[in-house]
């Protein structure tokens, strides 16, 4: 049986002001999934990714997570609505943008969790110190706040951060971008990892190349336009 549909975007378009950013994007990413989206410098992959993780609604048709409306409208204003909190987890390029750099990192790792059910201080420096030895980083001061360390070490916080609460999926913007490439190598292993465990990623990237390798499926952007895949 094929997996479930874990994100589905049906004809979903987003205009800025004059620039029309998507156009009618149809993409569905299942369970364990890794789909790639490659393409020139504004042709609107940020803007699917923040469809696809409902951080911001479409213009027009419908973002689906988990088979139902990721938004509902109530008295005229549309509203988030996740199957439950996390079930999409956003890594940006800039990890900082994930990371409060005024938080010890097991707070900022550990906050997801936090959102979901209580849980002590001991209980969530314990998990964020498993969070951080699965991304690769055991060991690390876990009181350490984000300017203390690399910026590659920064973003496998921000991924273990967004692996915290084991989201349906990972939706990443250009996630190693900044990294050199022994760093990246091993991010990548531990993309496939992740979706081995069944977590769908959407990958966005110039790098179409690494797409290839890395991912099941990869779709190009043209100017707002997601064509269908190569493969
Ligand atoms: N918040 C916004 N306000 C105004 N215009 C925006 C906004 N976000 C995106 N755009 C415009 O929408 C288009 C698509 O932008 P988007 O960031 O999605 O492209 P991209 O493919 O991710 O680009 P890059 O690879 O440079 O990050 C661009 O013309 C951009 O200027």
Redesign the pocket.
């Known amino acids: 049986m094929a997996e479930q549909p874990v994100i589905e975007a049906v004809g979903v378009s987003r205009r ?2 004059t ?1 029309a ?2 156009r009618e994007a149809h993409l569905i990413v299942r369970e364990g999934e890794i789909v790639g989206i490659y ?10 990714l923040r469809l696809l993780a409902a951080i911001e609604p479409p213009d027009t048709g419908e973002v689906l997570l988990g088979g139902a409306p990721a938004w509902v409208r109530r008295y005229g204003m549309r509203h988030r609505r996740p199957p439950r909190p996390g079930y999409v987890m956003p890594i940006f390029q800039n990890p900082f943008s994930s990371l409060d750099v005024r938080w010890p990192i097991w707070r900022s790792v550990t906050e997801p969790v936090a959102i979901i059910r209580r849980a002590s201080g001991a209980e969530r420096r314990a998990l964020a110190g498993e969070r951080l030895a699965a991304v690769g980083l055991s060991g690390l001061d876990l009181e350490a706040t984000p300017s203390e360390l690399s910026i590659g070490q920064c973003q496998r916080v921000a991924i273990a951060r967004a692996l915290a609460a084991a989201p349906a999926a990972v939706v990443a ?2 996630p190693t971008s900044a990294l050199d490439v022994t760093t990246v190598a091993g991010i990548l292993r531990l993309f496939k990892q992740v979706a081995a465990g069944g977590t769908a990623l959407v990958l ?1 990237s ?1 790098d179409e190349n690494m797409l290839r390798v890395l991912c099941d499926r990869v779709r190009p ?1 043209k100017a ?1 336009v997601l064509e269908p895949g190569g493969c």
């Open positions: 800025y002001a620039t950013a998507l393409g020139a410098s504004g042709s609107g992959k940020s803007t699917l913007d250009e966005v110039h952007m707002g």
